[in-house]
């Protein structure tokens, strides 16, 4: 009888530990030279005139700033260090073990869209530090709305 009841207990148990939700916000990946990184910790912030899609985890991180809600509209755009240089451009930074790096020469952001949410990819591009122009990464990756 005792061995029946503890059966029943963990049974029990099991049952109340799969009632939990399960987190459905899509994952974004990203590689830094060879290390690589993915997150569904991604806010997408929409105003009148910008959109940022950023990941706010610590340490290694992103976020991609676009004027004009570029980012909203399927095409290919311009990385610039700063987009209020370019209106058609998108500002695109990451912070790698600390570190913030920026890009090093114009590369493009690919926008699209699935399932109605935002979609960014990445081809390889070389960053540079910010405070270090001799510390380079290469960092490619696919970026999602959560």
């Not at 009632?19 to 290390?35: A, E, I, L």
């Not at 530090?129 to 959560?146: A, C, M, Q, R, W």
């Amino acid at each position: 009888m005792k061995k029946l009841s503890y059966i029943l207990y963990v049974l029990l148990l099991l049952s109340f530990t799969n009632c939990k939700k399960k987190d459905t916000r899509n994952f974004s990946y990203w590689q830094v030279n060879q290390d690589k990184f993915s997150s569904n910790n991604v806010r997408l912030e929409q105003g009148k005139a910008i959109t940022i899609l950023a990941c706010s985890d610590n340490g290694n991180n992103f976020t991609i700033y676009s004027e004009y809600s570029r980012i909203n509209t399927p095409g290919t755009y311009a990385i610039k260090q700063s987009s209020s240089n370019n209106p058609d451009s998108i500002s695109v930074s990451f912070y790698y073990k600390g570190n913030c790096y920026i890009s090093m020469h114009s590369g493009y952001l690919v926008a699209g869209s699935v399932n109605g949410k935002i979609q960014c990819t990445l081809a390889p591009t070389w960053f540079s530090n910010y405070y270090d122009s001799k510390d380079t990464v290469l960092i490619n990756g696919t970026f999602n709305e959560p």
